[in-house]
DNA sequence: AACTAAAAATGAACTGGTTCAAGTCTGCGG
DNA sequence: CCGCAGACTTGAACCAGTTCATTTTTAGTT
């Protein structure tokens, strides 16, 4: 069984025939090597990606240098610089492969084309958003909710494969803290196990 | 001029006179008083709502009892609890007026079955979530690029009607520090004027 | 299997922001 | 126009998480 990004949609709404062979017909498939980017600052991220085989993840760079991860995206998942993608503007987010990686990418224009004249993807894409925002919203609530400690926790929770597939540089910079924080949250929080 | 939630939509899609009807048939005005919730935890948040006179915020209210805003909405903007909205789920914020105010408020299985049968509802509600969802993105992106103190003089010349009319204390709340230290922030930049 | 470079762990000194407690200002109800 | 409650200010003690410098572990390459 092969993740493939009709499948995804399929699972969510009902596509007819002539909708699916014109998602088929926009699709780019493309392998990704590890460290590999798909989207860098200052180029517009053109394309939604889909992700077949392997991991990503997107962050920022601020100022001072430090990175800081906004997503990570496995199988089945979406990534990209949604920002820069809605708005076709450059992009201020590094999306880069975690591991070689399989993707389909879908162009910003194709899909807007699409959702022109199939009512479905136009369905689909709307209950993505609606998701993502409300997914979204709750990240910025568990901040306030938790403590690093209990955020880390919850994430090993809710994500266990993606906290075992991901260096934890970046799992720290995902929860906002340092490296050297979490290294001590999870020394003290498996030591009391 | 009378801020209404058709008006609103026509600024961004083209609806036919069937859609504007039907749209307009689901509506429900409502005057909602300072103080008084729209949306409490535990009840599922209905309806979405639209501002045409006042203004509120979501926030939410921690274990330790403290408060944390989550969104402001004056005129011509949307509030609601949206995680609870989408998935019909027990709210977790409170949505309160912070002045008398004038709202259009839609209930979620009404705007479903209307996208359904509209295209260009369906058009509308996909690119309001998608732009909630970049922005959302990028609030998250703006905590880890800026210090308490630029966060707040951001929020200052962005919404500076915003920052006039709110409370400090939910102001605070928002940008995600103490109302003492917003005090103190307060005093450092404009004594520096 | 050995070599290397990057990633993770550790500890000590430090800082941005919190908490608590007390004082001041403001607006509006009687 | 007085009183009083809620909102804002101030300062001192405190703490969660950072920074920096060093050591240990891990994983990729020849």
Redesign the pocket.
């Known amino acids: 069984m092969k993740y493939t990004i009709v499948d995804h949609i399929q699972r969510q709404v009902d596509l007819n025939a002539e909708a699916s062979r014109d998602l088929e017909g926009i699709l780019v498939n493309r392998l990704v090597r590890?460290r590999q980017f798909i989207v860098q600052p200052g180029f517009a991220c053109t394309h939604q990606t889909y992700v077949q085989k392997g991991s990503f993840r997107g962050y920022l760079v601020t100022a001072?240098g430090?990175e800081h991860t906004v997503q990570f995206a496995i199988e089945d998942w979406f990534i990209s610089d949604f920002h820069s993608y809605i708005f076709q503007e450059p992009a201020t987010l590094f999306v880069e492969a975690l591991e070689d990686s399989a993707v389909q990418q879908i162009e910003y224009s194709h899909v807007e084309t699409l959702c022109k004249t199939h009512h479905s993807l136009e369905h689909f894409f709307r209950l993505v958003a609606q998701k993502s925002f409300a997914f979204s919203q709750k990240r910025i609530l568990s901040n306030f909710e938790?403590?690093?400690?209990e955020?880390f926790l919850f994430f090993k929770k809710q994500y266990p494969q993606i906290e075992a597939r991901?260096?934890?540089?970046?799992?720290?910079s995902y929860l906002?803290?340092?490296?050297?924080?979490?290294?001590?949250?999870?020394?003290n929080s498996t030591q009391s196990t």
């Open positions: 590890k001072d430090t938790m403590q690093a400690e955020r991901v260096p934890q540089y970046a799992l720290a906002g803290i340092s490296p050297e924080f979490l290294s001590k949250i999870k020394r």
